[in-house]
C-alpha cells in the first residue's frame, strides 16, 4: 500500500458514486442494530449490489475465542472467517454470502497499522489515532466495498456511540460523508426507548442522550429507530422531534416483534425505505414482496405445536445458537408449523433416569444437540442421545453433537464401553473421537478445521436423498474428528456412515436405518439457512418431528 493508493480509492468510490447506510447504536449494546442493517439494506433497490461491513471496537483479531454467552454465536464463514454473528442476519435477509475482509475489528486494524508502521509507509511521521488509524479505517472501508464490487454498502458500527473504543469508527464515518458527498452518505442511529413502571411512560431521555452524543462528533442522523416494547406514542415522537431538531418521518417506530424477519416489514410501513432512497437517491426494492410471502409463511397459527429442544451447555441467551433457531424457522416455509423451541441445559440431566424421569425431555418431538467444546454438560448429552436413539425421537447432531452420538453408539451398540474424545480425555483408553493432524500445539485463534468443506455423500443413503446429489459443501468448525481406526466397527454394528470428505478418511455424516430420523453431520449446516432457500436437512427434521407429533 501507497499513499498514491489511498489517493486513488477515494477517487475511484467517487466515479463509482458508492452509496452508504452508516448505522450506528446508542444507549445500551444488543439491542439488533445488525437485524435494522440487514433489513434496511433489504428494502432498498434490488438491482444494487449490496455489501455489509461490521465494525467491532473490541481488540479481539476477531471472535473466535470469545463465550457465545458474552457475544452471542461465532458465524462463519465459507472462506473460514470466523466473525460476528451480525453476518448471520446479513446473509439470511439479503440471499448474499459474504467474506472475511467485510468485517473490521480493532484487532486487525492495530496490526496492520503496525506492520505499516514497522514497513516504513509512515517514516517520518508520528503515528496518531487521529488522523492515520481514523484514516486507514477509511480506508479499509473504502477498499473493502469496491473489492467487493459494492455499490451499497451498510456500516454497521458496533457498540453505542459514546464507548472509547468505536470513536475511531465514528471519526471514519464522517470522513466518509465528507468526502464522498451527503447525498451518498445516509445515518440511521438505533436508540432505546425505555418504559418505566408501572405508569408505563416511554421515556425519550435516554435517546435524546445518544442522539446528542452523535451531535457532538459532528453526525447528525437522517433517521432514528427508536427500539420499544411497544409502537411509539405519538406524544414520544413530537418530544424527539423538538429537543433533537428532526421531522416525525425521521421517528422510525423499532418495536418489539415476534419474528425478526416482520422488522423490515415494520420499517417499509413508516416509509423508511423512502426516506433514505430519497436522501441517497436511489430507489427501493420492488420485489420485497417475495420476502414479505415467506415471512407471512412462518407465523405460527397452527394451535397444536411441536416442541424441539436445543440441547447444549450455551444456555442463557437465545444468541448462543441464534442460526439453529433460525433454520427451524425457515423450515417453515416448507413444513407449515406451530413450533415451540426448547434451551435444554445438558448439565441437568448427567444421569440417565434424570433424563427419563424429566417431562421436560419426554415431552420433546425432536432432539438437536447442537456444537460446542468442553466436558461441560457432556453426560447430559450423551444421556439425551441414548434417549432418542432408543426412543426413536427425530434427532439432529451438529459437529459435536456428532461426535457425542458416535461415542453413544460406540458405547452403548459396539460394546466399547471406555469410546470417548480425547477433548474431553486425552488419555482415555479407546479414542473413537480424536484430535486431527496438525491442530496439536496450535493456538486457538482461527487454527480449526474453518469454512465451506466438500463431502461426497453416500449413494442410497437418507442425507444424499435429502440433499438430492452426492457432492455437497457445508461449512466446519472444528478441530476434533472420527478415528478412522474405528469406521469398520461402527458399520458393522450399523451405524450408517453417509458421508465423507474427499479424502475418504474423514467422516461428515452417520445416520441409523429404520429411525424416523437420526443424523449427525460434522459440519455446521445452519449457517447456510435462509429464509427464501431453508436448509433441506432442517426441513426434513421438522417434517419428522410432525410426524412424531401426529402419532400421539
Known amino acids: 500500500m501507497n499513499y498514491k493508493e489511498i489517493t486513488d480509492i477515494w477517487k475511484e468510490a467517487k466515479e463509482k458514486k458508492l452509496k452508504f447506510v452508516v448505522i450506528t447504536g446508542g444507549v445500551l449494546s444488543g439491542l439488533g442494530k445488525g ?18 461491513i461490521k465494525c467491532d471496537g473490541y481488540l479481539n483479531y476477531d471472535p473466535g475465542t470469545m463465550n457465545p454467552t458474552e457475544h452471542g454465536e461465532v458465524f462463519i464463514l465459507d472462506d473460514g472467517t470466523e466473525v460476528d454473528m451480525d453476518f448471520g442476519h446479513y446473509e439470511r435477509f439479503l440471499n448474499i454470502t459474504c467474506n472475511g475482509s467485510q468485517n473490521l475489528t480493532m484487532g486487525k486494524i492495530y496490526k496492520e497499522i503496525i506492520e505499516l508502521e514497522r514497513s516504513g509507509f509512515y517514516l517520518g511521521r508520528t503515528v496518531k489515532l487521529i488522523p492515520e488509524v481514523a484514516d486507514y479505517i477509511a480506508y479499509r472501508i ?27 469508527y465514528l471519526v471514519a464515518a464522517k470522513n466518509l460523508q465528507r468526502r464522498l458527498g451527503k447525498d451518498n452518505v445516509c445515518f440511521v442511529h438505533l436508540a432505546y426507548i425505555p418504559e418505566i413502571t408501572p405508569s408505563n411512560e416511554q421515556k425519550t431521555k435516554p435517546a435524546q442522550n445518544s442522539i446528542s452524543e452523535l451531535f457532538k462528533r459532528g453526525i447528525i442522523p437522517d433517521a432514528v429507530l427508536c427500539r420499544a416494547r411497544r409502537s411509539l406514542e405519538k406524544k414520544v415522537v413530537e418530544k424527539l422531534c423538538d429537543n433533537c431538531g428532526l421531522l416525525q418521518e425521521q421517528i422510525i417506530s423499532a418495536n418489539d416483534l415476534k419474528n425478526i424477519y416482520e422488522i423490515p416489514i415494520n420499517f417499509k410501513s ?45 444456555t442463557g441467551i437465545d444468541d448462543s445458537y441464534a442460526s439453529i433457531i433460525e433454520a427451524l424457522h425457515h423450515a417453515k416455509t416448507k413444513i407449515p408449523e406451530s413450533i415451540e423451541i426448547k434451551l435444554i441445559d445438558t448439565e441437568k440431566y448427567d444421569k440417565k433416569k434424570s433424563v427419563e424421569n424429566s417431562k421436560e425431555i419426554t415431552g420433546l418431538d425432536g432432539i438437536i444437540i447442537p456444537g460446542g467444546f468442553g466436558a461441560r454438560g457432556v453426560n447430559g448429552k450423551l444421556n439425551i442421545i441414548e434417549y432418542a436413539r432408543t426412543h426413536d425421537v427425530p434427532f439432529l447432531g451438529l459437529c459435536y453433537g456428532m461426535q457425542l452420538a458416535i461415542v453413544e453408539y460406540a458405547r452403548n451398540v459396539c460394546g466399547i464401553k471406555e469410546a470417548n474424545t ?27 478445521r474453518l469454512g465451506s468443506q466438500v463431502t461426497m455423500l453416500s449413494k442410497g443413503s437418507r442425507v444424499a436423498e435429502i440433499y438430492g446429489k452426492l457432492k455437497i459443501e457445508e461449512r466446519h468448525r472444528h478441530r476434533f474428528e472420527v478415528n478412522p481406526k474405528y469406521h469398520k466397527i461402527l458399520k458393522e454394528k450399523g451405524l450408517v456412515l453417509s458421508g465423507f470428505d474427499q479424502t475418504g478418511k474423514l467422516l461428515e455424516f452417520i445416520e441409523i ?22 436448509h433441506p436437512l432442517f426441513v426434513e427434521f421438522v417434517r419428522a418431528t410432525k410426524k412424531r407429533k401426529e402419532k400421539k
Not at 486425552?426 to 485463534?445: A, V, W
Not at 436405518?513 to 431453508?534: D, V, W
Request: charged share 25%.
Open 35 to 52: 437485524v435494522s442493517a440487514a433489513s434496511i439494506a433489504l428494502l432498498l433497490d434490488d438491482k444494487l449490489r449490496k455489501v455489509p
Open 142 to 168: 473504502i477498499k473493502t466495498a469496491i473489492d467487493n464490487n459494492g455499490k451499497l454498502i451498510t456500516l454497521e458500527i458496533g457498540g453505542t456511540v459514546g464507548d472509547l473504543e468505536n470513536e475511531l
Open 270 to 314: 413508516q416509509m423508511l425505505d423512502v426516506l433514505i432512497g430519497k436522501k441517497l437517491k436511489i430507489k427501493t426494492n420492488k420485489e420485497f414482496y417475495k420476502f414479505a410471502r415467506a415471512v407471512h409463511k412462518t407465523e405460527n397459527s397452527l394451535s397444536k405445536k411441536i416442541t424441539i429442544g436445543i440441547c447444549g451447555k450455551y
Open 422 to 448: 480425547t477433548e474431553i480425555d486425552k488419555d482415555c483408553k479407546e479414542q473413537i473421537i480424536t484430535i486431527l493432524p496438525g491442530q496439536d500445539g496450535k493456538t486457538f485463534g482461527g487454527t480449526m
Open 513 to 534: 436405518k429404520n429411525h424416523p430420523f437420526f443424523i449427525g453431520t460434522q459440519a455446521h449446516p445452519e449457517l447456510k439457512s435462509k429464509l427464501l432457500t431453508p
